[in-house]
Each structure stands twice: as C-alpha cells, then as structure tokens.
C-alpha cells in the first residue's frame, strides 16, 4: 500500500500541526507515508529523522501563479509526476477541487478529501475530525517532531548544566505579530538577573536587524543565533532548551513538538486555531482580550504585560 498525504498549507507551523494525522495514517497502514507540501513548510529539514515520512514532494505553487505547478500546464505536470509513483490511496488536507482532479488524473483509486470547496476553518479541528472519520481512530493533536537520540546527546554534552538553556522566538509572519524586540531585551536582562541564562535566537536571514540588536544589546554575550543555522541542525537544540519564549511563529509549534514548555504570545492571530492544541503552550493575549477575541487584526502587540511574560516565564523554568 503506497499512500501520499497532500498539505498545502504554508509555513513550518502549519507543516508541524499536521503531524500528528500524519503519523496517524502511517501507524493506520503500517507503512510510511509520502507527502505533497510547499518548500517553504521546511519539511526536509523538519522531517529528516521521522521514521514515518518515506518521501518528500514538493509542491511548486505561488502566490503570482508562476511556479511549476501553477496553471494548466502544472496541473498536468503534477498529475503526471504522481501518477509515477502508483499511489493507492491520497489523503487531501484540502477542499480544493484541483486536488481532486489531479488524483484522479494521477490514477489513485482511493480519496479521501475535505469537503469540496471548503475555506475558513479551524486548522486543527478540521484535521483532527477530518482524520478521526476516516481513520476511525482517537488522534491526539499533539504533534512529535523526531529527531536522532544521538543529535540530541550530542548537543547536551556540550550544553552547562548550571545555566538555563531559552530559546526565544522573536521572529514572526508580519510586524503586528511581533513583541518588540526592547521587550524580548528587558525580559532577557530581567530573567538572566534571577536564573543565569543562555538565549538562543530563533530567527533568520529577514530578521536580521532584530538579531543585531539583540546581539548588540547588554546581554548580547548570553545569545546565540540560528541565522546561519539549517532548520534541521536547530532541533537538537531546542530539544535540550528549557524553555520557549516568544511570538506565535513556526519557532512556537517547533518548540511545542519537541515537548518543550512555550510561552507564547499572541496579539495578532487566532489563539483558537495556533495556541489550544498542545498542553505544552502556555497562551499570553492583550490585555483587555480573551482568548475567543485575540484573532486576525486584534493588533495587540502595544497590550501585551511584561510582568505576565516575565512572571510566567521564572515560574516555568523554576
């Protein structure tokens, strides 16, 4: 039984929520499953040591319409390229009717899909149910990222036992959605003075400047950047760490699933969808905000307490 499982969504965050049905499927067939997602999911660094993952294909679509398997052209292409691998079963974490086609086009005999045309929905209760009819099976929505025991001894050796190890995502899709960088510096400065603390900075090449000015800042010599760093090799890291503290970013789910404790905050996206999956997130909003209203353009950034991320933060590592 060859069985391909397409995610279409963007972002580490998304690719890592969907891991849990993926494995579900994978357990349910006895046999690893391949999967069709976006580059930008960063799967093959994500998933590089996860026994149920047997390949990864990537799927080359764009915003402008201009990726391989945009258009007319790219819908045959991908059919055709899927149609190689003789798939026997697809499972369509989408109600896109372009996915439909193209399995079948691709020869898979048995679909399962999202209810055609589907577009808001709640990413982990739509999976979640989606999976559980199919499967008929209980699935938990905590996701496991897999990594290599010897990766992750490797990097605890090397780590001091007499420091706390915090991985700080400042990092975000968008500058609403991100606590300014001063408050991240502060809450470092404040936390260091309590716990002795090395920060480690869960950013990339386009934050540059917000790394700079950390590694600038007076407690720059505590911090270490992932700016030059693969996806894959930060994972044993953040695996030995501690504790996670920062925005809601693809760094927060990363964190989650290597069983780490999160702080995560929200000013400027569904907590609902990204924040009440895992037991291993704890949920900070806007002062004035509950849980149900911290969505899409609540703009929260301003609102959110530092004595709430601090105090939460020096309980935690306690």
């Known amino acids: 039984m060859k069985v391909l499982v397409i995610q279409p969504k963007i972002g580490m965050g998304d690719m890592v929520i969907y891991l849990p049905y993926i494995h579900a499927i994978s357990k349910k067939y006895q046999t690893p499953v391949s999967i069709l997602v976006k580059d930008n999911s960063r799967a093959k660094h994500l998933l590089v040591d996860d026994k149920h993952i047997d390949e990864i294909i990537i799927l080359d679509r764009s915003k402008n319409n201009k ?10 292409k991908l059919s055709k390229e899927l149609k190689q691998h003789h798939f026997d079963k697809v499972f369509i974490y989408n109600g896109s009717l372009r996915y439909l086609l193209i399995s079948k086009l691709a020869g898979i005999k048995s679909i399962s899909q999202y209810p055609l045309f589907r577009k808001k929905d709640n990413i982990v209760t739509s999976a979640k149910i989606f999976t559980e009819n199919e499967l008929s099976n209980i699935v938990s929505t905590q996701p496991e990222l897999q990594i290599n025991n010897e990766k992750i001894m490797m990097v605890k050796s090397n780590l001091s036992k007499n420091t706390k190890h915090i991985c700080l995502g400042i990092s975000a899709s968008g500058p609403t959605k991100r606590w300014h960088i001063k408050n991240f510096i502060k809450l470092c400065v ?23 000015e950390v590694l600038n800042s007076k407690i720059g010599k505590n911090c270490i950047s992932f700016k030059d760093l693969k ?25 989650s699933a290597l069983g780490i404790k999160c702080i995560a905050l929200f000013m400027d996206s569904p907590v ?26 609540t703009l929260g950034a301003e609102k959110i307490s530092f004595e709430k991320v601090f105090d939460k933060s020096i309980k935690l590592i306690n």
Request: aromatic share 8%.
């Open 67 to 76: 990726g391989s398997h945009d258009g007319l052209s790219g819908f045959l």
């Open 231 to 255: 996806i894959n090799e930060t994972l044993p890291i953040i695996k030995n760490c501690d504790l996670y503290i920062g925005n809601d970013t693809g760094w927060l789910h990363i964190a």
């Open 272 to 297: 609902q969808a990204y924040g009440k999956y895992s037991n291993n997130i704890h949920v900070i909003i806007p002062e004035g905000e509950t849980e149900e209203t911290t969505t899409h353009d």
């Open 190 to 212: 404040q936390i260091n003075e309590k716990k002795p603390s090395k920060f480690y900075l869960a950013a990339g090449l386009n934050d540059q400047d917000l790394i700079q």
